[in-house]
């Protein structure tokens, strides 16, 4: 380390005497976004959801039939490993804070923390359409390329009504992760959290649907995965939405609001 | 000015702080001194709102903290050196402490070579950083804002002897200046070279609490005398109060000043090897005894 020296320091600079001016909600964003990337874990985040698009794409051009060269086919195959993806990096941008404990210093310089958190929720949708369209464009690039080679028509068979429900579903998927993040504030924790969710919880209700009747018949109204998974299929019908709005409030909105509360009192270590 | 106003926090059944009240002042280094476990790092995350006080309350330069608009500008905080992302670098770190509180970012390299963090050190990543380094890094986020109150958890942690050198002129300046600096040590040494006042606190509670000048008289007198029984005789004629020191067989630590001893020696006609205040020996068996309870360890000088 340079030999220290503090004679003509910074520090020695007059005080300020007008009281600062609050720090505005534009700048947490910017902050927030930076920090979303200035780490090497985060840039590859980041540069997975490219990497995860190029790769699905790829796949179907190489392994599945001239006759499965759809845009259609690309975007599901595309959203696989994007419902992976997108809802650990949603985990990660609030979990990760209380895992590396910044939140020590990000507390402490925006003592309000439903303003960092809400930029970070804010990031975190921004940062799913953005990939979500950076994915759709892929899959076109995909379905002209595969098209192309295979000496086929193009087929655009998934218009802006599936697509946007699609991008919905994928919103929706980051927001649970969003949730995770807040009521555990735990990385491990969180990202168990959410393959419950995922993989957990369909098969129990697969399960119960089987065994018993009245939920069979009621399975939307309670069952998240089965009315969100309509989604990706488009064309819902008003019960359809209703059951994703229901299932949206049970599983979203109340553990979100029990971990937002829970978060704005924790104490802080 | 930081106020601290009968601040009380239990965690479940335990008593972590109990009525703790004291105040900092400008233009002074107040050393908030006390034993592990005394709630120092306690009382100052509830300073800084990022732990819920059960009771009482604090104010800095006369806000609730979360009520200071842009606090990075007016208090410099520095509570844990290790609590932050291992893989961003140095640079990093203070860039977004820079940015959240809107100053140039000419700042922070103004920061680092305040510090003594060299270019190369300040592209390392935090997971590689020495339990120094990282304190270096923590006080530049701290200073950043130029404020006026410095917030500092043992802050002289991992630092050499030059480091420490170097933070206590740091501080020394800041309060010349008019700032207001409270420190945090459980080492007494520390607090001592560089606290005008001086808060003890031991088991939750504030034990003592003055400048330091007040403090260190009211050690009393340490004497040395080979009649150390017709010492004694003397002393407790007189009323005056006295205990063994551990430091030598034939001293006393009498609490009073070293004039009154004196002149009790010449009348019983005692020859003295030694008179002197008590200074640090003597604060160190003060701070040992008021916080006697609350060692570990059961024992008290
Ligand atoms: N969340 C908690 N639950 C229970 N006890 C707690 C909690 N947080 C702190 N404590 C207790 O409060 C007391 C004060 O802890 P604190 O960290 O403030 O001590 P300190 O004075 O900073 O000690 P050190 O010199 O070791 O840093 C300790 O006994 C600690 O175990
Ligand atoms: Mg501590």
Redo the contacts between chains.
Sequence with gaps: MSTLAITDAPVAATRHKQPPAPIPFRRILGVELRKMFDTRAGLWLMASIVILAVTATTAVILFAPDDALTYGSFASAIGIPMAVILPVIAILSVSSEWSQRTTLTTFTLVPSRSRSISAKAVLTVALGIVSMLVAMLIGAVGTVVGSAIAGVDRVWDAGPGVLSTIVLAQILGMLTGFMLGVLFRNTPAAVVGYFVYALVLPGIFVTLASVNTWFADNRGWLDVGYAQGALFEGGLSSQQWAQVLVTGIIWLVLPMAIGLRALLRSEIK | MINVDSLTKTYGRFTALQDVSFTARPGRVTGFLGPNGAGKSTTM?VM?????ATSGSVTVAGRR??D???????VG?L??A???????TGR??L???V????LPRK?VE??L??????PT?ADRRVRDYSLG?RQ?LGIA?A?AG?P?LLILDEPANGLDP??IR?MR??LR??AD???TVLLSSHLLGEIEVIADDIVVIGNGRIVAQGTKADLLAAAGTLVRCRDLAGLQHALAAAEVDFTPTPDAPDALRVDADPEVVGELACNYGLALAELRSADSAGLEAMFLELTADTQREGVAA
């Design positions: 995350r800084v709102g990022l732990t819920p903290f979360a200071l608009p842009n606090p990075g500008l007016e905080v509570l844990d290790s609590a932050q992302h291992a893989g961003r990093e770190v860039t977004i402490a940015a959240t509180m809107g700042r103004e920061m070579s305040l510090v003594g963090l060299t050190e380094m270096r986020t200073l130029d006026d030059a480091g170097w002129d740091l300046g800041f200046r008019g700032g």
